[in-house]
């Protein structure tokens, strides 16, 4: 029986690592449902403090939760990586007291760069955002895997 870590036990022990100073998911009451190899889902309930003067949510705060799946999702095969650049559409508006689920996965990882689909939609499985985002990997990791611990596309 081997002890090596699985492509989804390692994106979970990178999601527990970043959690603890992700201060802005945390701040704007984000809860991470869950992760694995490329993807993620992550949800927020929209607050009074996040509604527009149209009495929408504001954009700004369904970016921040596509982009906090983007990030989950970036962030899984224990490479650090950052945004390079983004993409969103608004489909249809969210409303206060919705429950908004942004789940997405890798659309392309090779080398240092990714492109990642991440869908927005609210409780009732309504379509609010479509979100593409492009990934950099810089230098780092998030803990030390031994290199027989894991396949060669996730090192």
Not at 22 to 30: K, L, Y
Not at 39 to 68: E, L, P, T, W, Y
Not at 78 to 84: D, E, I, L, P, S
Not at 109 to 137: H, M, P, T, W
């Amino acid at each position: 029986m081997s002890s090596a870590m699985s492509p989804d036990e390692i994106a979970q022990r990178c999601a527990d690592i970043m959690w603890p100073d992700d201060h802005a998911a945390r701040g704007i009451g984000i809860e991470i449902l869950a992760v694995g190899a490329g993807s993620a889902k992550v949800a927020m309930k929209v607050r009074q403090d996040m509604v527009n003067g149209h009495g929408n949510c504001h954009g700004g705060f369904i970016f921040a939760v596509a982009d906090c799946a983007f990030a989950y999702a970036c962030n899984s095969h224990n490479h650090r990586t950052v945004g390079a650049g983004v993409d969103i559409n608004f489909i249809a508006p969210a409303h206060l007291g919705d429950r908004l689920i942004a789940h997405g996965h890798a659309r392309h990882q090779g080398g240092r760069s990714g492109l990642y689909d991440i869908e927005v939609e609210n409780q009732a499985g309504k379509l609010i955002a479509l979100f593409r985002g492009r990934a950099a990997r810089i230098k780092g990791h998030f803990f030390e895997i031994p290199d027989n611990a894991a396949s060669p596309q996730e090192r």
